[in-house]
């Protein structure tokens, strides 16, 4: 389906865990919807949150923050 990846590419995409793609899918921080039973990622919702991630990198004086730092309070507890 163009438009859309599975869970596990958009953890590939977004550099972190599968646990933390749908801890962020569950609180609504990603954009999914199920499918036949399977969840699907939106293409736009993924782009959407490297663009956020990229923006408070630039915008921070600080060294470049964890690329997994979106998802971890929303994965409590989750490791690699």
Not at 59 to 64: L, V
Request: aromatic share 6%.
């Amino acid at each position: 389906m163009i438009g859309f990846i599975s869970p596990r590419e958009a953890a590939q995409k977004l550099h972190i865990s599968l646990n933390a793609t749908y801890a962020a899918v569950w609180t609504g921080r990603l954009r999914a919807e199920k499918r036949d039973g399977k969840w699907l990622i939106s293409l736009q919702a993924v782009e959407e949150c490297l663009q956020r991630r990229r923006s408070r990198e630039i915008g921070s004086n600080a060294p470049a923050m964890s690329q997994r730092s979106d998802f971890k309070s929303a994965a409590a507890g989750d490791r690699d």
